[in-house]
C-alpha cells in the first residue's frame, strides 16, 4: 500500500523559506517520478514542480520558478520541496503526489497521479 505523508508546512513572512518533504513508503520509491501540487479552497489543484524517477528531469510552474527546487533522497525515500522568496500567492495546501507506474518522466497533470499525501499547509503572510 503506497502511503505518502508530507510535512513541512507551517506560517511564514514575505521572503521568508520553508522546506516541504514528502516520506514515500509500501513501493520502491527510486523508480517512480513524484511531483508537488497545491490546492485553494474552491480552486483546481495545480501542478507546483514534478521530478522524473531518475532525478534528471525536473518541471517547475512558471510561478514558482527560480524560487522553489524539488529533490529527491531515494535513500531516505523522501522528496523536498525547497521553497524560497515565498509570496503571499503561494498560500495554499501543499500535495505530493506518485503516479501507478515505474520509471517515467516529468508529469504535470493531477490526473497523471494516483496516489497522493494529505496535504499540508503553507501560509504566507505579507
Known amino acids: 500500500q503506497v502511503q505518502l505523508v508530507e510535512s513541512g508546512g507551517g506560517l511564514v513572512q514575505a521572503g521568508g523559506s520553508l522546506r516541504l518533504s514528502c516520506a514515500a513508503s509500501?513501493?520502491?520509491?527510486?523508480?517512480?517520478?513524484m511531483g508537488w501540487f497545491r490546492q485553494l479552497p474552491d480552486k483546481e489543484r495545480e501542478i507546483v514542480a514534478s521530478?522524473?524517477?531518475?532525478?534528471?528531469?525536473?518541471y517547475y510552474a512558471d510561478s514558482v520558478k527560480g524560487r522553489f527546487t524539488v529533490s529527491r533522497d531515494n535513500a531516505k525515500n523522501t522528496m523536498y520541496l525547497q521553497m524560497n522568496s515565498l509570496k503571499p500567492e503561494d498560500t495554499a495546501v501543499y500535495y505530493c503526489?506518485?503516479?501507478?507506474?515505474?520509471?517515467?518522466?516529468?508529469?504535470?497533470?493531477?490526473?497523471?497521479?494516483?496516489?497522493w499525501g494529505q496535504g499540508t499547509q503553507v501560509t504566507v503572510s505579507s
Open positions: 521530478i522524473s524517477w531518475s532525478g534528471a528531469g525536473t
Open positions: 509500501g513501493r520502491t520509491f527510486r523508480i517512480y517520478s
Open positions: 503526489a506518485a503516479p501507478e507506474n515505474p520509471f517515467g518522466g516529468v508529469y504535470q497533470r493531477p490526473n497523471e497521479y494516483n496516489y
